[in-house]
C-alpha cells in the first residue's frame, strides 16, 4: 500500500469488553459451571487453550488485538495465537486463520499485539457486518489471576487445563467448556479512513446488557450499531465499555475487589483514551450511585461526572450524556427506593440543563412510564433468562428503544 494511502488511515477500535477485575469476581448471566476449566482462580488457566469471541462493528483487512493482564500476578505467556472467522459453536471458517508471534504480557499491564494483514478476507469488509470473530490462544504454564470481562452476553469457549493443541484447529471439539465472559483481551482495532471513528458507550449494566438476550446481540450499542449501518454509516463504530454494577464515583480503591469494576472516573483512560480514534462517549451512568450500596448523593455524582466530562473534552472528546431511567420499585437487592429515585430526578435534572454534557439524550423519557414512575411494562423482562423484569434492566426491546432515541440523535 502506498504512503499516500497510508497517510488518510488510522487505527480504529471496532470492538471493547471492559478489563474489570479478576475471575470470578463479577456479575455473570446465564454462566455455566466452570470448575473442571478452572480448578483454581488463582492458578487461572494452566498450558491451557482458549477461544474468545469478538464481534467488530466495523472490519479491514489490516487488525491489532490489545491483550489485557491488568489483575494479573504474573507475566501472561501467550502462545499459538491466532483470529479467524467464526463459523458457529466454537468453529472457525477453514482457511480464515491468520497468526500472531507468541506475545508476553507483563503483571498489571495491557499490550497491543502487532498490527496484522488479513489477506484472506474479502475486498469489501461490509460483507462481514454482523459476523463474527474468533481470537485463538493457550497460556504457557499457569496464567494466574485471569483479567476478565464478566458479563459478555456472549459465548466463548475453553479447553481442558493441559490442552495446548485446540487453539491451533479450526474444530470446537478440543474446546469443550463454555463461558459468557471474556478472557485476557479487551479491544480490536482496525485500519480504517481517517473519516472513520469511534463512538464509546460508557455505563453500567444498562449498557452491558443485563436483560438482553444471551448471544442475540441486542444491547443498545448493538442496535445502534445497525441502526447506522442501515443509514448507510460505516463511518462510526460503536463500542461497549459497559461494567454491569459500575458506579461513577465508588467503590472506594481500599475497598478492594468489586463487581462493578474501578469507578468510570477511574477507567477513563482504559475504556476511553488509550482505545483508538475515539471521537464521542455516550454517557449512562449514575444509577448505582444512588443505590443503598453506593449511598451517593446527587451533588456528588454531578461533581464527579463534571470533572470526567472536562477530561474527555480536553482530549477532544465529544461526551453525549444521558438521562438515567428509573428503578423504582425494582426488586433488585439495594435498588427501587423513592430515595434513590429522588437522587436519580435530581441527577436528570441536571443532565436537562444542558450544561453538564455536551449534549444528551433523554434514555429516562424512552422507558420510564411517566404514570408509575418506574420502568415500562413493555420493557420490564429478561430476554435471556425468560423471567419476569426485575424492574431496572429494560430487556432487549427496552434495548432498542434505547438504541432508537440514540440514534435519532445522531442521525
Known sequence: ?????????????????????????????????????IADADLGLVNQSFRMLLKP???????????????????????????????GGGALVPGTRIEWPDQCVAAGQSAWTPAIAW????????????????????????????????????????????????AGSDSE???????????????????????????????????????????GHDRWTDVLQRELWAAGRQDIAVINAGIGGNQVCGPAPEAGPWRGGPAAIERLEADVLTLS???SVLWLEGINDFSDNGQAQATTVI????????RLRAQGVHVIGATVPSALGSTRP???????????????????????????????????????GALKATFNGDSTLGDRGDGIHPNRAGHAAMARCISSHLL
Not at 8 to 29: D, E, L, N, R
Not at 176 to 202: I, K
Request: with cysteine; hydrophobic share 45%; net charge neutral.
Open 303 to 310: 461533581a464527579a461526572t463534571a470533572h470526567a466530562v472536562q
Open 1 to 37: 500500500m502506498s504512503a499516500a494511502v497510508e497517510a488518510t488511515k488510522h487505527w480504529v477500535t471496532v470492538w471493547s469488553a471492559s478489563a474489570q477485575g479478576a475471575y470470578p469476581i463479577g456479575s455473570t448471566i446465564a454462566q455455566p459451571d466452570l470448575s473442571a476449566a
Open 119 to 166: 489477506t484472506a478476507l474479502p475486498e469489501a469488509p461490509q460483507l462481514l457486518l454482523g459476523r463474527s470473530l474468533a481470537f485463538s490462544a493457550w497460556v504457557e504454564g499457569a496464567s494466574g489471576p485471569i483479567t476478565w470481562h464478566a458479563k459478555a452476553m456472549a459465548t466463548s469457549y475453553l479447553a481442558s487445563p493441559g490442552d495446548r493443541r485446540a
Open 173 to 215: 471439539l478440543g474446546l469443550p467448556h463454555t463461558t459468557t465472559s471474556t478472557f485476557f483481551v479487551d479491544a480490536l482495532d482496525a485500519w480504517l479512513p481517517t473519516s472513520v471513528c469511534a463512538l464509546v458507550g460508557l455505563g453500567d449494566s444498562l449498557t452491558d446488557g443485563t436483560a438482553t438476550t444471551l448471544n
Open 277 to 279: 480514534g475515539v471521537r
Open 57 to 87: 462493528g466495523l472490519w479491514s483487512r489490516r487488525l491489532r488485538l490489545r491483550l489485557n493482564n491488568q489483575f494479573g500476578n504474573r507475566p501472561l505467556q501467550l502462545r499459538g495465537m491466532s483470529l479467524g472467522l467464526h463459523l
Open 334 to 372: 439495594g435498588h427501587g427506593s423513592a430515595l434513590q429515585d429522588a437522587h436519580r430526578r435530581a441527577f436528570n435534572a441536571e443532565v436537562r440543563r444542558g450544561v453538564l454534557f455536551d449534549d444528551f439524550v433523554d434514555l429516562d423519557h424512552a422507558l420510564t412510564d411517566p404514570v408509575t
